[in-house]
């Protein structure tokens, strides 16, 4: 099975949430800084532009928050799978996902994708949660 196989399936006990979130996170500034710190071009597909950039997501939230000022204690990155596919994202309030890289996945995501985890069943299985109060390379896995 490929990606696009997955790509075209969708979750139906996963719904997304609006989420005001007190710093700024923006799919279409994702894409813009993955093209001046990656140097890639991309196909102006969001699935298959975000393919294997879920890492680069958790550093762009994290970078973002911390540009914004909000208190990074209350994010975590979360490594871990989602469905068997391994990936990150990010944990806030240790109740709300928030990924960018999910339409990778689900068709019907949304490009910034929040989800509450208080409200509904997850394909995500965390193996990993580790708090964003420090610097990490983007290299560092």
């Known amino acids: 099975m490929n990606i696009e196989d997955f790509i075209n399936t969708t979750s139906p006990n996963q719904y997304y949430i609006d989420l005001d979130l007190d710093f700024h996170i923006s799919p279409r500034n994702f894409l813009e800084w ?3 710190n990656n140097d890639e071009n991309f196909s102006n597909v969001y699935a298959r532009d975000v393919v294997s950039k879920c890492f680069q997501a958790v550093y762009f939230i994290y970078l973002r928050a911390k540009i914004d000022n909000f208190d990074l204690s209350r994010l975590k990155h979360c490594h871990g799978y989602y469905r068997n596919f391994d ?3 990010i944990l806030l309030d240790n109740r709300y996902i928030i990924d960018l890289t ?3 996945f689900e068709i019907d995501a949304p490009k910034l994708a929040i989800i509450d985890t208080e409200r509904c069943e997850t394909n ?3 193996s990993t949660e580790r708090r964003l109060n ?3 390379n983007q290299g560092e896995s």
């Open 87 to 89: 990936h990150h994202w």
């Open 34 to 36: 993955l093209v001046i």
């Open 124 to 126: 995500y299985v965390t």
């Open 134 to 136: 420090y610097e990490f």
């Open 102 to 104: 999910l339409k990778q």
